[in-house]
């Protein structure tokens, strides 16, 4: 007897298609919270930290400010109890060399940390995988706060020429008896708001 051939209807085809389209979707999003990436080629560097600072397994790597790859492992170091030994996965072709440090880096207040390594030298000769990456201290969680400080001179300066006690070259206007504190301008600024109030 010969076995007789299904033939599929229209509406069986598109709902085993969403079946298929479903499960690959699925799938992907499973890949995205794991944080899956292909691998195309990795290196590896250890980093000795005495801190790690709530730096977590998975986290990202990132030369120079970009995500070049991740955190694979953290343990204790076996020849130094002092200290953390952080293992970085990196894509193939980052240029990490002798003159790179990495140290642990936040992008903003709310941001995961991640392990930043610096970019190094032009000249320095690239390290192997499974090389020892030296760390550095961090630099705080927005990067080098020597700006923030220049910042803040410089707004000091230009506080201090609007109530006229220096000409912002450092050259002083007036005798600091006769310099305003900030507190006596906004005191004067309320007394004129309350006289307008009242007329």
Known sequence: MP????SFTGTEIRAGLMVFISGVLLLGF?????KYRPVNGEKFFYVSMTDIAGLDRSADVRFGGMVVGRVSKIVPNPKNRAQMLVTAKVSEGTPVNMASRAYIGQIGLTAEKHLEITTG??????????????SAPPLGMFGDLTGLTA??????????VLLGVSDGKGNRLTDANNTRTVAEIFANLDRVMADL???
């Open 30 to 34: 499973i890949a995205a919270i794991l």
């Open 3 to 6: 076995i007789e051939r299904k």
């Open 121 to 134: 030298g032009s000249e320095a000769p690239l390290l192997k995988s499974g090389d020892s990456l030296e």
């Open 151 to 160: 910042s803040v001179q410089d707004l000091i300066a230009d506080v201090q």
């Open 197 to 199: 109030r009242v007329t």
